[in-house]
């Protein structure tokens, strides 16, 4: 089936409209859009710039894609790039990409981003990720795969937030949140393994098991962080799940959210 677009909507020429879009009343669809099939955008929704949205997404109404950075990067050749199956609801914001960064913003697969959420220029965001109602993230955060942000809490840019990492309800993120690990608070802290989310995306439980042993040894013991990593490498260097969290740890830039105490 065709494209079925609503009398009051407004489509630019040049837009492509792949197989089965629905495009609601009074949704505005611009010359550099691509939609590909099964994209639902709802009423007053507005899609601008290069953006591409793959297919089987839906918009609710308000929400708006593809506009301009709201800092002073310039974004002429500014892309927005979005996976199948992902959910955008009420007056959810995500910018396109700078010429200051990457240049594109990239969205995975089965997403969720709750009311009010907003992704911001040159964010990279994996598959799976949640955003609850109002969760904001600055320019250039890079979100990993399952990972849950929870109501009201903020990025900071050039943040990580790593696989199936769980931040707390208003967290505020100013550094790097390691996979596998529970956030919250402001500044945010480290409060254990996400053993929930762990056990819900399907790791065995000697995976969640090394997890917590390389946790207890890495954030909640006296070693220094070199000696530490160290002897959790030399314990668990045959999980790859372990071997990952090493290396997001080795690789941060902007350092490690510090462990919390209860």
């Known amino acids: 089936m065709s494209a079925r677009v609503h009398p009051t909507a407004i489509v630019e020429e040049g837009a492509v409209l792949g197989e089965d879009v629905i495009i609601g009343a009074y949704a505005v669809v611009g010359a550099g859009v691509v939609l590909e099939s099964k994209v639902h955008v709802g009423a007053h929704a507005v899609v601008n710039g290069r953006t591409h949205i793959g297919s089987g997404t839906l918009l609710h109404p308000h929400v708006v894609l593809g506009g301009a950075p709201q800092i002073s990067a310039t974004v002429e050749h500014g892309t927005l ?18 010429s200051e960064g990457r240049g594109e913003t990239t969205i995975g697969d089965g997403c969720l981003f709750m009311a009010n959420s907003h992704v911001a220029h040159d964010c990279v965001v994996g598959d799976r990720v949640v955003f609850t109602n ?10 990993g795969d ?10 900071h840019q050039h943040t990580r937030i790593g696989r199936l990492a769980m931040v707390g309800g208003g967290a505020m ?14 500044r945010a802290r480290l409060y254990g393994i996400n ?9 065995e439980t000697s995976t969640v098991s090394s997890l917590k042993n390389a946790w207890r040894t890495l954030f909640a013991s006296d070693l220094p962080r ?5 002897r959790v490498r030399e314990r668990y260097g045959d999980t790859p799940e372990v071997v990952e969290l090493l290396a997001f740890m ?6 490690l959210c510090r462990a919390g105490t209860r």
Not at 195 to 203: A, E, F
Not at 250 to 255: I, K
């Open 250 to 255: 080795t690789s941060t830039r902007r350092g």
């Open 195 to 203: 053993i929930m989310g762990l056990r819900k995306d399907g790791l």
């Open 173 to 186: 993120c100013a550094q790097d949140v390691p996979p596998f690990t529970i956030a919250q608070g402001d």
């Open 226 to 230: 070199r000696d530490a990593m160290r």
């Open 81 to 98: 790039r979005i996976g199948n199956d992902n959910i955008f609801r009420e007056f959810t914001t995500v910018n396109v990409g700078s």
């Open 146 to 155: 399952g990972a849950t942000l929870g109501g009201l809490c903020a990025v």
């Open 134 to 143: 109002s969760v904001a993230v600055a320019g250039h955060v890079t979100i």
